[in-house]
């Protein structure tokens, strides 16, 4: 037999139903104590028998116990004539009829009078009337006489519950009680069945639906669906369960799709920079076979070997850039932070820039505070990205544009921009500039350009806590802004 799962909704149910049986069993517990204490007030009862009290000498009897519930004591003659009495008298006679005393039977008064026990409490029902009733005890006085001792008391002092004891459940008497005792048990054990079948239905309802819920999520996302939200329909702490859990699947869907892009950037990092180290390799080789084979005349070798040089530079620049943007890719590294002057770095980086500027035909302009701009950040990394934006725009623009360098602050940030008026980049293009390998094919076959340098540079900005952009202006026009 396959045994059942260990569920929730089972536990809770369990617990309740043993809980609940403990609850009743302590109760009864509790009642039996109870009416066994408030049973032995029969000890105090004895006090108002006329068989307990009397004694031959019975100007001596004791009524204390009379007194307190207002009760007291006559003594008859064999004519029943009241010859004694003791106590406060509430009904005076002189003398009784045989039905005078029977009317006063204590057994019968009490058998008459509808009390219902309640566990340790009693409920009376019934005529509350101002007759007494008595205990009679017959005795022989110090002087050889018979007398007869009457103790007398307010019928509405004193009331009690027989309890009888059958010879069999056969019997008449004890199966009447027995269907008694059945149709109060059947009735409470129907309302204690509805109450663990709404307790169930509760649980149901507030614990299990919403771990049903929370746990066919869980499964979703254990098996890759990151897109799965749940709602559980509850209260309590099962909102801010909720309200995590859906927290939790975004974070980790935004984790996956980060990771596909970083995938997806590396396999097109290794294909271009497969591609870009084996044009210069090719020709290299080429090359050098060539001069092996006694193919260059010496009138090119001088030629033919500064192109050999010519590509290995390049391929060491590439190399270098691809060094640094693997450096950079790595969550252990970390900046060098200084508070430096960047107006200053940029004047430096400008004073670098300037015969290749003029070689090229490129006229600067600038726009650089007078008073020092505070930052803190790294210095050399700084100084790749202004290097690499100013180089840009003077290397991958005809003679004659005009490159306007501009460096502000607004709203406590640092705005540092390239804007000039050469050649326009392509709108397919604009992207994916940032994307390693990613260039003009221009660029990357005549002047150089490893497709690494704002792919870099935007490393350096964003581990700074900046943005880095390309604007296109209007036709004319393009700017580099990075903010800090």
């Avoid at 009397?54 to 004591?73: A, F, H, M, S």
């Avoid at 509850?234 to 596909?260: G, P, T, V």
């Avoid at 505070?374 to 003077?394: H, P, T």
Wanted: proline share 3%; with cysteine; glycine share 6%.
């Amino acid at each position: 037999m396959k045994k059942k799962p260990k569920t929730l909704g089972r536990f809770l149910t369990r617990k309740y139903v043993t809980t609940s049986l403990l609850l009743i069993a302590l109760l009864m517990i509790l009642i039996t104590i109870a009416q066994f204490f408030m049973n032995s007030t029969n000890d105090l009862a004895k006090n108002l028998g006329a068989d307990t009290i009397v004694r031959p000498d019975y100007e001596k009897i004791d009524i204390t116990t009379l007194n307190d519930v207002g009760g007291w004591v006559e003594i008859l003659d064999e004519n029943n004539r009241v010859i004694y009495t003791k106590g406060k008298v509430m009904e005076k006679k002189e003398h009784y009829t045989q039905n005078q005393l029977l009317a006063m039977d204590g057994l019968q008064a009490i058998m008459n009078h509808r009390v219902h026990q309640i566990g340790p409490l009693s409920l009376t029902i019934g005529n509350m009337d101002d007759s007494y009733l008595a205990t009679f005890a017959p005795f022989t006085a110090k002087n050889g006489k018979e007398y007869i001792c009457i103790a007398k008391l307010p019928r509405n002092r004193l009331w009690g519950n027989f309890n009888m004891t059958f010879t069999s459940f056969n019997s008449p008497t004890g199966r009447r009680t027995l269907r008694g005792i059945l149709l109060l048990l059947i009735p409470s054990f129907l309302i204690f069945i509805f109450c663990i079948w709404r307790y169930s239905k509760s649980v149901k309802e507030h614990l299990v639906a919403p771990n049903e819920v929370l746990m066919d999520g869980l499964r979703a996302i254990n098996h890759g669906d990151y897109e799965k939200k749940i709602h559980l329909n509850a209260e309590y702490e099962y909102i801010e369960i909720e309200d995590s859990f859906n927290h939790m699947a975004e974070q980790l869907k935004q984790s996956e799709q980060q990771r596909l892009a970083y995938e997806k950037e590396r396999q097109l990092l290794f294909a271009n920079m497969a591609h870009d180290l084996r044009t210069p390799i090719t020709t290299i080789k080429g090359t050098a076979k060539a001069v092996a084979d006694g193919l260059i005349s010496e009138e090119k070798l001088e030629q033919t070997m500064e192109t050999i040089i010519s590509k290995t530079d390049h391929m060491s620049e590439l190399v270098t850039r691809l060094l640094i943007f693997s450096k950079l890719e790595s969550p252990d590294y970390q900046l060098h932070l200084q508070e430096l002057d960047v107006s200053e770095l940029v004047r430096e980086v400008l004073l670098e820039q300037l015969e290749i500027a003029e070689e090229n035909e490129i006229e600067l302009m600038f726009d650089l505070p007078e008073e020092p701009l505070k930052l803190a950040g790294d210095a050399v990394e700084l100084r790749r990205v202004f290097d690499n934006l100013i180089s840009n725009s003077i290397r991958h623009n005809p003679a004659g544009t005009i490159v306007h360098i501009r460096l502000y602050t607004e709203n406590s940030r640092m705005i540092f921009e390239v804007t000039d008026n050469g050649s326009q980049i392509p709108k397919d293009l604009q992207e994916q500039l940032f994307v390693p390998f990613v260039s003009g094919d221009d660029s990357r076959s005549t002047k150089g350009g490893s497709g690494l340098g704002l792919a870099i540079s935007k490393k350096i900005v964003e581990k700074h806590g900046g943005t880095i952009a390309f604007i296109e202006l209007n036709d004319k026009e393009k700017r580099f802004q990075v903010r800090l």
